[in-house]
């Protein structure tokens, strides 16, 4: 998987990511790990860019860090999975946000089979857009791309 990040927050450790799983009581994909060990969250390098596939588009807006912001406002994965998880009862415990849209509406990892899936927050309704994280990624091109 290639994705560069870039205004990413401070980095981490692998003993960071194995804090913050202690801590939700979850394994991270390990393709998930390795993003945030290259990268704690950010925008995509470049131009705005879309997730597109023959069913569906979506911005990206950023990708969410962990434990860490580089800026005020910023949610991190585990602000926003207790959010989410328990606080609304929307996601699943298996279901981790990796990255958010224009709306605010997570794009998020299935922890049991590394699918990525996007939650519509309003109707609740999760879709599933790639088996994988890497597939998922592949999928991202620049808005030119997408609507030029």
Same mark, same amino acid.
């Given at each position: 998987?290639?994705?560069?990040?870039?205004?990413?927050?401070?980095?981490?450790?692998?003993?960071?990511?194995?804090?913050?799983?202690?801590?939700?009581?979850?394994?991270?994909?390990?393709?998930?790990?390795?993003?945030?060990?290259?990268? %704690? *969250?950010? /925008?995509?390098?470049?131009?705005?860019?879309?997730?597109?596939?023959?069913?569906? =588009?979506? &911005?990206?807006?950023? $990708?969410?860090?962990?434990?860490?912001?580089?800026?005020?406002?910023?949610?991190?994965?585990?602000?926003?999975?207790?959010?989410?998880?328990?606080?609304?009862?929307?996601?699943?415990?298996?279901?981790?946000?990796?990255?958010?849209?224009?709306?605010?509406?997570?794009?998020?990892?299935?922890?049991? %089979? *590394?699918? /990525?899936?996007?939650?519509?927050?309003?109707?609740?309704?999760?879709?599933?857009? =790639?088996? &994988?994280?890497?597939? $998922?990624?592949?999928?991202?091109?620049?808005?030119?791309?997408?609507?030029?």
């Amino acid at each position: 998987m290639t994705v560069r990040l870039i205004n990413s927050s401070p980095s981490l450790t692998t003993n960071d990511l194995n804090k913050v799983e202690a801590l939700l009581g979850i394994v991270f994909p390990p393709a998930l790990r390795a993003m945030w060990l290259a990268h %704690n *969250g950010g /925008v995509l390098d470049g131009e705005r860019c879309v997730y597109q596939n023959d069913q569906y =588009e979506f &911005d990206i807006k950023y $990708f969410l860090p962990v434990l860490h912001t580089k800026e005020e406002g910023i949610l991190t994965v585990e602000s926003l999975y207790g959010l989410l998880t328990y606080d609304k009862k929307i996601l699943s415990e298996t279901m981790v946000p990796f990255a958010i849209d224009g709306g605010g509406f997570p794009f998020c990892i299935d922890i049991n %089979n *590394g699918a /990525v899936y996007f939650t519509n927050l309003e109707s609740q309704k999760t879709i599933c857009l =790639e088996q &994988d994280l890497d597939s $998922f990624i592949s999928n991202v091109i620049t808005e030119d791309e997408a609507w030029g």
